[in-house]
């Protein structure tokens, strides 16, 4: 059997770095827009969960083919092995978590 390819895709999505892993990248045939499709995500069955990982392949869970517009794409990887997918902060490039740290209404630190 075949090893399929697999893709790592950075895109700017709402102010946020997105880094998706998917087996089909190529150019869509709506003009200027990049087509990536079989994206590839963890099981879920793992005991460690990053909330990041849950919140894309929540967002993405019901769509077969993402056309990401080429301006909004950072870079296209083909990779050996599939890491995690993350959401990160467009100007710190730390993670983002779906959930706040603090809770509301107390000043942090």
Request: aromatic fraction near 8%.
């Amino acid at each position: 059997m075949a090893k399929e390819t697999l893709y790592r895709v950075a895109f700017h999505n709402r102010g946020k770095v997105y880094e998706i892993y998917c087996t089909g990248v190529s150019t869509s045939a709506l003009w200027g827009f990049l087509e990536v499709s079989g994206m590839v995500f963890d099981s879920g069955d793992s005991v460690v969960v990053d909330p990041s990982e849950e919140r894309i392949r929540d967002e993405f869970a019901d769509v077969e083919v993402l056309h990401v517009p080429m301006h909004g794409v950072i870079r296209v990887e083909q990779v050996r092995r599939k890491g995690q997918a993350s959401i990160r902060d467009r100007e710190s490039g730390e993670k983002v978590t779906p959930f706040p740290l603090t809770p509301p209404g107390r000043s942090g630190g």
